[in-house]
T-cell receptor, first 113, second 109 residues
Framework: NAGVTQTPKFQVLKTGQSMTLQCAQD?????MYWYRQDPGMGLRLIYY???????DKGEVPNGYNVSRLNKREFSLRLESAAPSQTSVYFC????????????FGNGTRLTVT | GENVEQHPSTLSVQEGDSAVIKCTYS??????FPWYKQELGKRPQLIID?????GEKKDQRIAVTLNKTAKHFSLHITETQPEDSAVYFC????????FGPGTSLSVIP
């Protein structure tokens, strides 16, 4: 039982490059989330998926797109990376939406030069 | 949208003392109130949560109290230990899970 798995763990991009961050959970959770955490800062919600087939914007969605591929997988895409997107990205899942605990992955550390 | 505040933003205590962190929220419809702990370089993890039908919940050295009328809830850590040093986040979710800005707790041996 791995919980929430994020890939890759580390990534360096040049400005303008694109990439997709992958997230998968094996707990049969309905809801999934993407957060970013800048150094010394809190967790800011980028996008979330309350259930399979739905996605909604969070606090800071600009510059990102998401896909809820199936119940297990929720990917985050940066179409044209910018230095302001340098951050640690956390994926999380919860069994029953916002009223149940979030389980976080170990994060992806992204640097955009 | 939901506004979640935490106080204090930083807290330093001597080992063995108690620590209290307060979280205030704006949406009176919230009914689930979790606290997460994030150690340096690690992922956030739930340490305790409370639902609106109870006023207090304890788990060993950790407790959470809720005042729905005043729209705040607090994390209480007793007999603090160096391993309690971390950043603590609260949330008062309403469709979106928005976190407070965090409180950095340092426990001095």
């Amino acid at each position: 039982n791995a919980g929430v798995t994020q890939t890759p763990k580390f990534q360096v991009l040049k400005t303008g490059q694109s990439m997709t961050l992958q997230c998968a959970q094996d707990m049969n959770h309905n809801s999934m989330y993407w957060y970013r955490q800048d150094p010394g800062m809190g967790l800011r919600l980028i996008y979330y998926s309350a259930s399979e087939g739905t996605t909604d914007k969070g606090e800071v969605p600009n510059g990102y797109n998401v896909s809820r591929l199936n119940k297990r997988e929720f990917s985050l895409r940066l179409e044209s990376a910018a230095p302001s997107q340098t951050s640690v990205y956390f994926c999380a899942s919860s069994a029953r939406g916002y009223n149940s605990p979030l389980h976080f992955g170990n994060g992806t550390r992204l640097t955009v030069t | 949208g939901e506004n979640v505040e935490q106080h204090p933003s930083t807290l330093s205590v001597q080992e063995g003392d108690s620590a209290v962190i307060k979280c205030t929220y704006s949406d009176s419809a919230s009914n689930y109130f979790p606290w997460y702990k994030q150690e340096l370089g690690k992922r956030p993890q739930l340490i305790i949560d409370i639902r609106s039908n109870v006023g207090e919940k304890k788990d060993q050295r950790i407790a959470v109290t809720l005042n729905k009328t005043a729209k705040h809830f607090s994390l209480h850590i007793t007999e603090t230990q160096p391993e309690d040093s971390a950043v603590y986040f609260c949330a008062a979710p309403q469709d979106k899970v928005i976190f407070g800005p965090g409180t950095s707790l340092s426990v001095i041996p």
